[in-house]
């Protein structure tokens, strides 16, 4: 166990547990969950984290207990996970319990959706292993049963006193997929770091040198792994009819398979792989336009990371895009197809003020995003629980 530290001076005013499978400062769920611990326990409040990893900063008001199941595979993993940490709520879990998608039996006073596999089943249906051997399918097949049944069970009133989707189109997935009252959900979008996701001069200056890109080329950026949910090939496709544009692609995936795809679409050297890095905001900070061609998304950390970095944004209509893009004025929602996404790139390419123009647009509006307004949202929601002052552990 290892704890988290408040402010100075500053008395602890509430309880609150957080149960996720990772709690970190990189990722997308993990990272949503992990802005709201820290920032709760830089408030004062007790915080009580449950989940196989946590990166809060430690001090004498965090507890960690860590959910001891492995990563892989699924079919062991998910279910052991799921075991193991309602035994740690049961023993530990104090206040209003706070939880990430669904990871424990015992009800909830908030659950914070991220992501509705039955609506990605239902409207989407791209398989998300990595592999098409049958094992691997067979594993796929097996821990989509198990998480529909848990996300049946969270999502439902039985599950959680309250649901905070983090869109309106997640919300509206919910809703149909899973029914329940009007009044036990509302909408708590993710946010943004401003003072980390900025645009930066330097960094663009260095990124571009040392991947020889030229000062004026217009760059665009991919971000995130899952690389045929998020439709890379797309992007890739689609710089391929944008001659003057360069594509960064920042996340892991299959990249001799892309690196093919970029050369028989005349971009293979204008697509450039930078692999998983712990600094995303710098490889935004040497891009022009982000390219999000997902076919899913619950509210994408990295358009909203995008657009706080001045990147014009290039998206699906997809969950959380109806919310932070305004047409014509930071971006586009644009049919997922390349010609689709080239015909802006070049539009914006001919015209480099516009390009600018967009770039601060996207900015302004990401700067409504902030963690700390997001975070102001969930406090209001513990303490209208009534369980935030229950000090005793267990439950």
Known sequence: ?????????QPPTGHVTFVA????????MER???????????RGWHVTVIARACAVTPGPNVAFHRIRSPSRPATLALPLSYVLGSRLVKRHARGAIHTVNPVIWQRAEVHQAQFCLAAYRANVGIPRRRRSWITHRINEFLATRFGL?????????????????????????????????????????????????RPDADARA????????????????????????KNLATAIEAVGEAPDWHLLVVGRGDQPSYERLAG?????????????VPDPEAWLAAGDALLAPSS??????AMLEGASAGLVLLTAP??????????????????????????????????????????????????????????DQFEALYRASGAADRADAGR
């Open 296 to 301: 899913y998304e619950a509210f994408s950390l």
């Open 264 to 276: 028989e679409h005349g971009a293979g050297d204008r697509v450039h792989f930078v692999g998983h």
């Open 206 to 229: 260095r990124n571009r040198a040392a991947l020889g890109i030229a000062d004026d080329a217009p760059v665009a950026v991919f971000v995130g792994g899952d690389w045929g949910r």
């Open 21 to 28: 499978s990772h709690v970190a400062p990189t990722g997308g």
């Open 32 to 42: 949503a969950v992990y802005e709201i611990a820290e920032r709760m326990a830089g």
């Open 149 to 197: 049944a848990v996300e049946r069970r969270a999502l439902r009133s039985s599950g959680a006193h309250l649901v905070a989707p983090a869109s309106r189109g997640l919300q509206r997935e919910i809703e149909q997929f899973y029914p329940r009252p009007s009044e036990t959900m509302t909408v708590v979008t993710n946010g943004v770091d401003p003072d980390r996701f």
């Open 318 to 375: 997809i969950n959380g895009a109806e919310d932070l893009v305004e047409p014509d004025v930071n971006g586009w929602l644009l049919p997922i197809e390349p010609a689709a996404f080239g015909a802006r790139l070049r539009e914006l390419s001919g015209d480099r003020d516009r390009l600018r123009e967009m770039g601060a647009a996207a900015r302004r509006t990401a700067l409504t995003y902030s963690w700390d307004r997001i975070a």
């Open 1 to 9: 166990m290892t704890s988290t530290a408040a402010a100075a001076g």
